[in-house]
């Protein structure tokens, strides 16, 4: 396991994203079977497979954040020294949350607009849109949370590992 990496037991969005990429593989394969086997195209799956991209990507931001390989400024932060780390990750949990609560916003408006005009998708039998869409917003809470939950375990782990390398640095033996 990496250093920064959070060690976690599986969560619900990595149970969700696994249902929903194997939705999407199968769907794949049967649209291709379709295809090249009877030349038919089956075009409710290129809908279904458009509007389960978005929930997939909007469930897997915070997968990678709880793993800690969120968006990080790297090539910044391998210049500079190990004291001034945190400082950068601050910053980037801070702009992350904004772009994210921005996301989460305009998702929500998007939403309530599909809900309230009861909009469809035609090519899968009419289903309301909103099914779909609420996914964005959900998404980005859930990145928000995980991304707050990731930075201030590093920040407590920071703090453990500079105390016991105060300690180290006086001749005292490290008790953790």
């Known amino acids: 396991m990496e250093e920064n990496e959070v060690k976690t037991r599986y969560k619900l969005e990595e149970y969700i994203v696994a249902i929903i990429m194997m939705v999407m593989l199968v769907l794949c394969f049967v649209n291709v079977l379709f295809r090249y086997l009877l030349h038919l195209p089956l075009l409710f799956t290129d809908s279904l497979l458009g509007v389960l991209f978005p929930m997939v990507t909007f469930l897997g931001a915070p997968i990678v954040c709880m793993r800690g ?3 990080a400024f790297t090539f910044f932060t391998d210049q500079l020294p190990r004291r001034y780390h945190k400082y950068v990750e601050l910053v980037t949990t801070i702009a992350s949350v904004i772009l994210f609560a921005l996301l989460f916003y305009y998702g929500a408006i998007k939403t309530l607009e599909y809900f309230r005009y009861n909009a469809t998708i035609n090519t899968l039998g009419n289903i309301p849109k909103w099914i779909f869409s609420v996914w964005i917003p959900v998404g980005a809470l ?7 939950q990731v930075s201030v375990l590093s920040f407590k782990e920071e703090k453990v590992r500079q ?14």
């Open 163 to 176: 105390d016991k390398d105060k300690l180290s640095s006086n001749g005292k033996e490290e008790f953790l």
């Open 69 to 71: 390989k969120n968006l």
């Open 142 to 148: 859930m990145f928000i949370y995980r991304t707050v």
